[in-house]
């Protein structure tokens, strides 16, 4: 199957959900779709090449500028898919699983430098900070941002 990218404004529509994955990467859709946007000048208040697209950066032993090539270039999400594994670091299924898994499931509750921005947040979306991961938190932001602005 073969899934184009269609280019998000993002100053109208959230980017995908970190926890949507291609080719087994976790983070990686929606740090395409940041890609695009801040391209297109439709970047909103997202940013790209962030600290979470970093992640995923790091675990690839790319950067924002290589993959920022790669999305220029490609059609779909699953080429992208093919391009992370293909390029960087090289990572077998089970690690790349085991990374996205791993990051799904973390929370910036255990980190003591974030934790009382974390709990903050959380608090004002109504999620319990103590059982939320990072992307729990990211999904209700960004259906807050975007529910408040198309309220009509």
């Not at 697209?53 to 999305?71: S, T």
């Amino acid at each position: 199957m073969s899934t184009p990218i269609i280019d998000r404004d993002l100053t109208k529509q959230a980017p995908h959900s970190p926890r949507e994955r291609i080719g087994g990467f976790a983070i990686a859709k929606r740090t395409v779709d940041k890609c695009r946007a801040s391209l297109a000048g439709k970047l909103g208040e997202y940013h790209y090449d962030c600290p979470l697209d970093n992640v995923l950066f790091r675990f690839k032993g790319i950067n924002g500028k290589q993959f920022k090539k790669a999305v220029q270039a490609a059609r779909t999400y699953e080429e992208i898919g093919s391009w992370l594994q293909a390029n960087g670091t090289k990572k077998t299924p089970a690690e790349i699983k085991a990374w996205s898994d791993g990051v799904e499931a973390e929370s910036m509750m255990n980190e003591p430098a974030k934790r009382a921005y974390f709990i903050e947040n959380c608090t004002k979306l109504g999620l319990n900070p103590e059982t939320s991961t990072t992307f729990d938190w990211l999904e209700a932001d960004d259906r807050a941002s975007f529910q408040l602005a198309c309220a009509c």
